[in-house]
């Protein structure tokens, strides 16, 4: 069965504070991305990545980083977190030019 | 630029038929998409049109006119579980941009 593995589900930390959110998937894609979601904003893209060792910045980059060291896990970091970044992200596998995103449980962070 | 626009909510009769638009402001685009996503759930994949026309998958259809930038998702035979927030979504170059989603309510 198609997987796509998202931890934690829900994380509160406080500003500063280094962590990571882990996604690996079993369907050796090569697509793999990062989205949040905002009430009233829809899904937004930060992070894709394209294959092992190629990432590219979506449309909300900032004050996050990505790493795609092997083709199943594509973690999301936030180095020095803030309260702006509380939201819901998702980890999505698939997409590009023709292919479904097959998308995470999501991971819910709260910053304070 | 590249935007979406759908209306943020509709609301439809149990049994009844629906049409959740989306107009696009993009060029270049490999295809539109369509994803459901339940409270508390993640967007699960509904349906794509690669081309113009109509696609059928089972109660859902989904429309695409690059003509006139726009697309659509029909619901027919509505119900309660239906009641979810619709995105349309466009294929362009190496991303995937979403509309800001349709919730869409159910009245029984």
């Known amino acids: 069965e198609a997987q796509v593995t998202q931890n934690p589900r829900y994380l509160i930390t406080v500003t500063g504070k280094k962590l990571t959110v882990t996604c690996s998937q079993n369907m050796n894609h090569e697509y793999m991305s990062w989205y949040r979601q905002d009430p009233g904003l829809g899904l937004r893209q930060i992070y894709y990545s394209m294959n092992v060792e190629v990432t590219d910045k979506g449309d909300v980059p900032e004050g996050y980083k990505v790493s795609r060291k092997e083709k199943r896990n594509f973690p999301l970091i936030l180095e020095s977190p803030s309260p702006n970044q509380t939201s819901l992200y998702f980890c999505?596998?698939?997409?590009?030019?023709?292919?479904?995103?097959?998308f995470g449980n999501g991971t819910r962070l709260t910053v304070t | 630029g590249q935007s979406l626009e759908q209306p943020s909510e509709v609301t439809a009769v149990e049994g009844a038929i629906v049409q959740i638009n989306c107009t696009y402001q993009?060029?270049?685009?490999?295809?539109l998409s369509w994803y459901q996503q339940h409270d508390g759930g993640a967007p699960t994949f509904l349906s794509y049109?690669?081309?113009?026309g109509l696609e059928e998958t089972g109660r859902f259809s989904s429309f695409l006119s690059r003509s006139d930038s726009y697309g659509y998702l029909l619901l027919q035979e509505l119900q309660m579980k239906d009641s979810a927030s619709y995105f349309c979504a466009v294929s362009r170059d190496d991303k995937i941009i979403f509309g800001k989603g349709t919730r869409l309510h159910i009245l029984p």
């Open positions: 993009t060029s270049g685009f490999y295809g």
């Open positions: 049109n690669g081309l113009d």
């Open positions: 999505a596998v698939g997409g590009g030019r023709y292919s479904p995103l097959h």
